[in-house]
Nanobody, 117 residues
Framework: QVRLVESGGGLVQPGGSLRLSCAVSGYIERLNAMGWYRQAPGKERELVAT???????TYADSVKGRITISRDNYKNTVYLQMNSLKPEDTAVYYC???????????WGQGTQVTVSS
């Protein structure tokens, strides 16, 4: 059974940094895109960043220049390095991975990130 194990969330002051990790446990084939989404209270879940198998990345406009997504294909792990954090970055962050043939999507359980002084 495939599970996504997230870690690295927590409380940080504005301007601080956090690094989120998401490791895929269990057997998974044909891993495709990996990414991070977030959901703030009272808001819909939104895309933060994605990375495909060619290491091509996409970012939400609100995080460009502050957040970097990367992946380790040997470890089936995706990372989110977050710098210059702002209070508006406060949300539950969810890891997302997709496979091809068949096309499947998996979600992590979410990790809380709180940016506050």
């Amino acid at each position: 059974q495939v599970r996504l194990v997230e870690s690295g969330g927590g409380l940080v002051q504005p301007g601080g940094s956090l690094r989120l990790s998401c490791a895929v446990s269990g057997y998974i084939e044909r891993l495709n895109a990996m990414g991070w989404y977030r959901q703030a209270p009272g808001k819909e879940r939104e895309l933060v960043a994605t990375i495909n198998t060619y290491n091509m990345t996409t970012y939400a406009d609100s995080v460009k220049g502050r957040i970097t997504i990367s992946r380790d294909n040997y470890k089936n792990t995706v990372y989110l390095q977050m710098n210059s954090l702002k209070p508006e970055d406060t949300a539950v962050y969810y890891c997302n991975v997709r496979t091809y043939l068949p096309s499947l999507t998996y979600w992590g359980q979410g990790t809380q990130v709180t940016v506050s002084s």
